[in-house]
């Protein structure tokens, strides 16, 4: 939630369009501490100037430290010259000896909301690199104006200390951490720092069509506050402001998490609702931001107005379940039982020998060896269930409620239920792996464990 309560706001000295040096820069990387010894980065590179910047710093910085970078660069394909822009920026970056590595968007795209898709793909693909190659550090190169063209766009939809807080230098993913450095640096000083390392750059043409709001922000409204003298600089220093408060909101928030839910690594959620209730109300809507978004598996939470009728429901009570978004709440024992509906897990995604898979944007599973071919991991299902339950014990049948267990992933091979993890199901002949819940989002980005019992790992159970 950026940096933390007490440290002293940074200074927003007249924007200068001079390079940023390597002392500067390694004063930046000093903010976003901590790296491992030798540093193991990897870094998204669009091609623009922006990123292309951020890869040549962030390249020099690890090298005067031992370590290492790879640049990762995604094709979208929605347009026809990104998959020659996308080799360009290959040579480039491998004529100065930076790995790189293209990442392929695959499948439909959609006709609309192409920029809020693309964003959540590019995430997505960047965040399975990261997972795994095992890097825990992933930098982008969210600049200035980025900031404030961020608290603008959500200041428009009308969000709260959390939205308006922007984007956050650092923030937590299940590979590691998400780096954003460059939070403080105008845009020009970026152009003068490729320009001083001899860097060309890609334009890309989306970033002036006006069809997208962020376009219309970055060509008229911005200018327009900028000439009243609400300049990126000052909208900048408010959003860090404010991430002090949501620092201190997202502690509170975790607090409470910590003290009225269990999260189960099979990827549901028992909430305490009367302490959960108990809570200031902003505090539980949060909270319930956080616990949906993690265990349905989305990138981002609900909007407020869904969300704060959810929360009514709850504290209504009427004994009745409710649904919001692929996610499903429902009284259970002495609690209220938060999980996956089971009719929005459809994915099934083909499994590999010794690989590792995200699936359901909520488990990472590996697989063993020995997988006979077409092997598929998807949700167990009513269908699946069936297929098994009478070769397990009583307690394994027992064990967990019947809507969770219809979305555990499981290993198919056609219609035939190969193994189970989280219920202790395997044929004695498959390979060993493991499976682990690691939503995309995780529950509370401070002070508290996402997982409450150990991953499910080798022996019996394991894919």
């Excluded at 390392?197 to 970033?207: A, K, L, M, R, V």
């Excluded at 990126?232 to 975790?254: D, H, I, N, P, S």
């Excluded at 397990?392 to 064990?399: F, H, V």
Aim: with cysteine; charged share 20%.
């Amino acid at each position: 939630a950026g940096l933390p309560p007490s440290s002293p706001p940074p200074p927003f000295p007249p924007p200068m369009t001079d390079p940023v040096p390597a002392a500067e820069f390694a004063a930046l990387m000093a903010q976003v501490e901590p790296f491992e010894a030798p540093p193991r980065l990897a870094v998204g590179v669009s091609g623009g100037v922006d990123s292309m910047a951020l890869c040549l710093l962030l390249d020099r910085w690890a090298r005067d430290r031992g370590g290492t970078v790879t640049a990762l660069t995604v094709d979208h394909g929605l347009r026809p010259e990104s998959a020659t822009e996308s080799t360009t920026v290959g040579a480039w970056l491998r004529a100065r000896g930076i790995a790189h590595a293209i990442l392929n968007w695959a499948g439909p795209k959609p006709r609309h909301g192409v920029q809020a898709a693309a964003r959540e793909a590019r995430h997505r693909l960047l965040g399975e690199w990261c997972r795994g190659a095992g890097v825990l550090h992933l930098a982008l190169a969210h600049n200035r104006e980025d900031q404030a063209e961020t608290f603008l766009l959500r200041l428009g939809r009308g969000s709260g200390v959390v939205g308006l807080s922007a984007m956050s230098p650092v923030s937590f993913r299940a590979f590691g951490r998400l780096l954003r450095p460059l939070l403080d640096v105008p845009r020009a000083r970026l152009e003068a720092t490729a320009t001083a390392f001899g860097q060309s750059w890609i334009e890309d043409p989306s970033n002036r069509d006006p069809a997208f709001a962020r376009v219309r922000v970055r060509g008229t409204l911005l200018p327009a506050l900028e000439s009243g003298g609400i300049t990126g600089g000052r909208v900048a220093e408010t959003t860090f402001r404010l991430g002090r408060a949501r620092a201190v909101l997202e502690e509170t928030t975790a607090a409470m998490l910590a003290g009225t839910v269990r999260v189960d690594p099979t990827g549901y959620a028992l909430i305490d609702l009367p302490g959960f209730l108990a809570a200031p109300e902003d505090i539980g809507l949060r909270a319930l931001a956080r616990l949906i978004a993690a265990i349905g598996g989305g990138a981002y939470p609900p909007r407020h107005e869904r969300l704060a009728r959810l929360y009514g429901a709850m504290a209504d009570g009427g004994g009745r379940g409710w649904t919001l978004g692929g996610r499903r709440t429902r009284p259970y024992r002495e609690g209220i039982l938060l999980g996956r509906e089971p009719a929005a897990v459809t994915e099934a995604v083909p499994a590999t020998p010794s690989g590792r898979i995200f699936w359901d944007r909520r488990f990472v599973v590996e697989t063993g060896n020995g997988l006979p071919e077409g092997a598929t991991i998807a949700a167990l299902g009513a269908k699946g269930w069936a297929r098994i339950a009478d070769s397990l014990d009583r307690r394994a049948r027992g064990q967990l409620p019947h809507d969770v267990r219809a979305t555990l992933p499981a290993l198919f091979c056609a219609e035939v239920v190969l193994a189970v993890p989280h219920l202790g199901y395997s044929r004695s002949w498959m390979g060993v792996g493991a499976v682990a819940f690691a939503p995309g989002v995780p529950v509370a980005s401070v002070g508290w464990p996402l997982v409450s019992r150990p991953l499910f790992r080798g022996g019996r159970g394991a894919i």
